[in-house]
């Protein structure tokens, strides 16, 4: 009998050893701790219980009103979603080391959601890589980026080319000289001129005299290439603006030569390209209008959505564009 409660002793002893050994070896018990823990940590960042509290909007450069459109209307969102909600909207000047910067510091602060317009698609690849890796949700508006971010929305850029160019062609009735005012190379801008010529491209007595003069996108640079380009072309039919601000730097070219025997047609929509319509000396004639405070406000509900875990159907959103003309210019409600 002594013998058998000897046994059962040792046997006790040594159960008891094993299960207190268990919290200092590397155990299946304490690998499945490990895996509950990186689980719990990875939905922490993006879960039904938690809320939009900050974001950030690194944007080209505030001096132009498109930006300021796209601040707006993250603003307004954030407002609909919650009266605590913080947005800090930040203007590079269109520089890739300054917006890098930017989001570098978007990412240490903490900042739940960043929305960009990127000033170069390939470059902002790094910063958004780390800013994803830190659990940041990251929503690219009005340019693409060559790195992966949770949604990517933008105006249909070339049905912006398209409808543009197709109304220089009904209005030249598909034949004469038509000069593109090209931009900063960029997707929205190539998709632009891609679209442009597509339409063209069903005239064959239309021709393309001019396409990759870059205005910049500015006013000074649509000043500038138009000037040059007034002086080289005795006879123009029509301009292709790739953007507003350029197209009422060519208007004002325009002016200066006072040249009228052409009309522009832009891409924004902007008070700028109105206020130009609006004055019948001038040749600016219609803008294949965005809604940058559209986008941005589809920026915000859909990065709300994501933080709450809901991801959208489709990461890539097209916003349709308006074509605004002298016509129905009275009707356009504007940013």
Do not use: H
Not at 213 to 223: F, I, K, P, W
């Amino acid at each position: 009998m002594k013998r058998i409660l000897l046994i059962v002793g040792i046997l006790g002893f040594t159960v008891l050893s094993c299960t207190n050994s268990t919290p200092n070896d590397n155990s299946a018990t304490n690998t499945g701790t490990n895996t509950a823990t990186n689980t719990s940590l990875e939905t922490k960042e993006n879960s039904p219980n938690r809320k939009l509290q900050t974001i950030g909007v690194a944007l080209g450069d505030l001096g132009n009103p498109f930006y300021n459109a796209v601040q707006k209307g993250a603003e307004i969102e954030a407002k609909r979603i919650g009266d605590n909600i913080r947005v800090n909207a930040v203007s590079s000047g269109f520089d890739l080391n300054q917006q890098s910067n930017q989001i570098e510091n978007f990412t240490a602060a903490n900042t739940d959601l960043i929305i960009l317009s990127a000033v170069d698609k390939k470059g902002v690849k790094p910063v958004i890589e780390r800013a994803r890796l830190a659990g940041k949700v990251v929503i690219a508006v009005d340019s693409a980026v060559d790195a992966d971010v949770d949604a990517m929305i933008s105006s249909n850029n070339t049905q912006a080319g398209e409808v543009a160019c197709q109304y220089i062609a009904d209005r030249i009735k598909g034949q004469g000289s038509v000069v593109i005012l090209n931009g900063t190379p960029m997707d929205s801008i190539n998709q632009r001129v891609s679209g442009c010529e597509k339409s063209l491209a069903k005239y064959p007595n239309i021709k393309l005299i001019s396409k990759d003069q870059n205005a910049e996108g500015t006013r000074d640079g649509g000043l500038r290439v138009m000037s040059d380009l007034l002086t080289t072309f005795p006879k123009i039919d029509a301009v292709f603006a790739t953007n507003d601000q350029s197209g009422v730097g060519a208007d004002l070219a325009a002016r200066q030569a006072k040249r009228k025997e052409f009309f522009i047609v832009g891409v924004d929509g902007s008070p700028d390209a109105t206020k130009a319509m609006e004055d019948k000396d001038g040749v600016f004639a219609a803008t294949a209008a965005q809604n940058p405070a559209g986008m941005a406000e589809k920026a915000v509900q859909i990065g709300n959505d994501i933080i709450q875990g809901k991801k959208p159907e489709s990461p890539d959103i097209l916003i349709p564009v308006n074509l605004v003309t002298r016509d129905n210019l009275s009707s356009y409600k504007g940013w």
